[in-house]
């Protein structure tokens, strides 16, 4: 069973800076798995933010939040970032991370298999 556990959500400035984790545990992911950071902001759908391989390559941003945002990866701790710089009011939402049992490239969220409970960003104009 793959669990999921995002931290680091918090109320920031407009400007401001934060930086999100995401735990994965449960199972040894292969290479090709790739890890999604995806948001929802109140009555809107659930949108793509940024993705990465388990290998750590194959990186891949939202326009919205390119040059922004860096999604990393850390082997050791089987952890995956989402640097978060420059932030804007539209940026505040719930924030999610994702796994995709697959080599697919895909932004959908209904790809994807096995998701965290969220953290919540706000960020104040």
């Known amino acids: 069973q793959v669990q999921l556990v995002e931290s680091g959500g918090g109320l920031v400035q407009a400007g401001d800076s934060l930086r999100l984790s995401c735990v994965a545990s449960?199972?040894?992911?292969?290479?090709?798995?790739?890890m999604g950071w995806f948001r929802q902001a109140p009555g809107k759908e659930r949108e793509f933010v940024a993705r990465?391989?388990?290998?750590?390559?194959?990186?891949y941003y939202a326009d919205s939040v390119k040059g922004r945002f860096t999604i990393s990866r850390d082997n050791a701790k089987t952890t995956v970032y989402l640097q978060m710089n420059s932030l804007k009011p539209e940026d505040t939402a719930v924030y999610y991370c994702?796994?995709?049992?697959?080599?697919?490239?895909?932004?959908?969220?209904?790809?994807?298999?096995?998701w965290g409970q969220g953290t919540q960003v706000t960020v104040s104009s």
């Open positions: 449960g199972r040894t992911f292969p290479a090709w798995y790739t």
């Open positions: 990465i391989r388990w290998s750590g390559d194959n990186t």
């Open positions: 994702a796994v995709l049992r697959s080599a697919q490239i895909t932004t959908s969220p209904s790809a994807y298999d096995y």
